[in-house]
C-alpha cells in the first residue's frame, strides 16, 4: 500500500515522498486511519519503526482541514515527551513534514530560555511539543491557552511514568478539554500504562505490530560475561580493534558516564558524556559532534538518551544493563533504525544476572554469554549462588534514587 491510498493530503503525501518515503511501516498503516477517524488509540511498535510519523502525519492532515474551515489561532495539537531531546526531535518531524503546509509547531522544554519560547507561541502555534516540567510552568503562569486543543499525544508513556511525571500529567490534564482525542505511543507497554489508559482514554483501539515488548528485528545482539573491573579496557578494547567508529554506549547513572568517559579519553577515544546534570547547551554541543563524527563515543544515561535519533547508528553497548528491562528494548532500539542492521552489545558482570534474567522474561529471548579471549571473567572473583542474595525491588528502587534504605523518602522529581 501507499500513502495515498490513507487519504493523506495531497501536499503530505507529496513531501512524504520527497523524503525518500516510498510506503508506510506497518504502524503507520495502522495507526494513521485510525488517528484520522478521531478515535483514541495506545500503539505500540519497536523503536524505529515510524511511531513518530505515525500520529505526525494525520495530525497535520486534520490541523490542515480545520484551518481550511475557519480561522482559528488556537493550539490544536498537544505533544508530551519525557526529556528534552525527544521533544526536539519530535519537533523537528514536525517542522519536516509540514514544510509544504501553513501550519506551526512550537517545542517547549525546561533548561532552555522561556522567553524565546513565548515569543514563539505569540506568533502563533497550532502544535506544541513540550516537556510536563515547562508545559506546567506555562499553565501555572497564565501564559499558554490550551481550551481549543483537539488532540493529545503521550509519546514514550512507559518513560513518563518511570520518571515520575504521572502527577505533573495529572495536574495537565485538568487543564485540557474533556472533550479531545488522545493518543498513546510507546515502544514498550506494561501493567502501569494499562492502569493509567483506563483513566485517560476513551475505548481506546490497541494497536500492535509485533509482539508486545519485543526487540528491533535487525539488531544482532551479543552478551560478553566480563569481570566489573574490566568493563572499561574490553569496552576500549572493542571500539579500537573493530575500528567502530559512532558507538552509543549507556551506563545506569550520571557519575558512572562521567567516570567511564574520562577512561576512555586516557585510552585516545574521543568521548563525551550526555546525562540531565549537563546543560541544554551542552547536551546539544555534544549530540551535534557525535553526529558530526567528531565525538567518536557516547555516552549517555537512560533519560539523556530518549530522543537521539541518528539513522545510521550502528554500535549500541551497554556498559551496565538496565534496572528496568523495558529500558533494555529502548536502548537497543537506537540502533537498526529505519530499516538499517544494527549491533547491540551487553557487558555483564556476575552481580548482573539477575537484570539479564529479567530482560530474558520480558523479550522471550535467552541470551549464550560470550568470552572474550583476554578478558575471561575471573572464577575466583564469582559469588557462590548460596552467598548471594538479589536485592528486593524496593530495594533496587532505593538505589536507583540514590537512597540510603527502602523506606528513606524519594527526593522531590526536578522538573523538565
Same mark, same amino acid.
Given at each position: 500500500m501507499s500513502f495515498a491510498s490513507l487519504d493523506l493530503h495531497p501536499y503530505i503525501i507529496q513531501r512524504v515522498t520527497e523524503l525518500g518515503y516510498s510506503a508506510p511501516t506497518p504502524i503507520q498503516l495502522a495507526a494513521i486511519p485510525?488517528?484520522?477517524?478521531g478515535k483514541d488509540v495506545m500503539a505500540g511498535a519497536q523503536t524505529g519503526t515510524g511511531k513518530t510519523a505515525a500520529f505526525a502525519l494525520p495530525l497535520l492532515q486534520k490541523i490542515q482541514l480545520a484551518k481550511?474551515?475557519?480561522?482559528? =489561532?488556537?493550539?490544536?495539537?498537544?505533544?508530551? @515527551?519525557p526529556t528534552r531531546e525527544l521533544a526536539q526531535q519530535v519537533h523537528a518531524s514536525f517542522e519536516k513534514y509540514s514544510t509544504n503546509l501553513p501550519i506551526k509547531s512550537v517545542v517547549a522544554y525546561g533548561g532552555a530560555s522561556i522567553n524565546v519560547q513565548l515569543e514563539a507561541l505569540r506568533k502563533g502555534c497550532d502544535m506544541l511539543v513540550? &516537556?510536563?516540567g515547562r508545559l506546567l510552568e506555562l499553565i501555572m503562569k497564565d501564559l499558554i491557552d490550551l481550551n481549543g486543543l483537539k488532540t493529545l499525544v503521550l509519546d514514550e508513556a512507559d518513560r513518563m511514568l518511570d520518571m515520575g511525571f504521572i502527577i505533573d500529567i495529572k495536574r495537565i490534564l485538568k487543564k485540557l478539554p474533556e472533550s479531545r482525542q488522545t493518543l498513546f505511543f510507546s515502544a514498550t507497554f506494561n501493567d502501569d500504562i494499562f492502569a493509567l489508559s483506563k483513566s485517560l482514554l476513551n475505548s481506546p483501539q490497541l494497536i500492535e505490530v509485533d509482539s508486545r515488548n519485543t526487540t528491533a528485528t535487525k539488531v544482532e545482539q551479543t552478551i560478553y560475561a566480563v569481570d566489573q573491573d574490566r568493563k572499561s579496557a574490553l569496552l576500549s578494547f572493542l571500539i579500537g580493534s573493530k575500528n567502530w567508529q559512532q558507538v552509543l554506549i549507556f551506563t545506569r547513572t550520571k557519575l558512572g558516564a562521567d567516570e567511564l568517559a574520562k577512561e576512555m579519553q586516557k585510552d585516545g577515544i574521543? &568521548?563525551?558524556?550526555?546525562?540531565?546534570?549537563?546543560s541544554q547547551g551542552a547536551r546539544d554541543r555534544v549530540l551535534s559532534d557525535f553526529k558530526a563524527g567528531k565525538v567518536r563515543a557516547l555516552i549517555a544515561t537512560d533519560v539523556a538518551a530518549r530522543g537521539i535519533d541518528i539513522e545510521q547508528l550502528h554500535y549500541v553497548v551497554n556498559h551496565e544493563l538496565p534496572y528496568n528491562a523495558e529500558d533494555y528494548i529502548h536502548r537497543i532500539g537506537r540502533t537498526g533504525r529505519a530499516g @538499517? @542492521?544494527?549491533?547491540?552489545?551487553?557487558?555483564?558482570?556476575e552481580k548482573e544476572h539477575y537484570l539479564l534474567n529479567d530482560i530474558e522474561k520480558l523479550v522471550? =529471548?535467552? $541470551?549464550? +554469554?560470550?568470552?572474550?579471549?583476554? $578478558? =575471561? +571473567?575471573?572464577?575466583?572473583?564469582?559469588?557462590?549462588?548460596?552467598k548471594r542474595r538479589e536485592p528486593s525491588k524496593k530495594e533496587l528502587r532505593a538505589k536507583a534514587l540514590g537512597l540510603t534504605s527502602p523506606k528513606a523518602k524519594a527526593p522531590k522529581k526536578r522538573r523538565r
Open positions: 485510525v488517528v484520522l477517524s481550511q474551515s475557519k480561522d482559528s =489561532e488556537d493550539i490544536q495539537a498537544l505533544i508530551l @515527551t513540550a &516537556t510536563p574521543a &568521548t563525551q558524556a550526555i546525562h540531565g546534570d549537563k @538499517t @542492521t544494527g549491533l547491540a552489545i551487553s557487558l555483564v558482570a522471550g =529471548e535467552q $541470551f549464550i +554469554p560470550q568470552w572474550l579471549p583476554g $578478558f =575471561e +571473567p575471573d572464577l575466583n572473583k564469582i559469588m557462590s549462588p548460596k
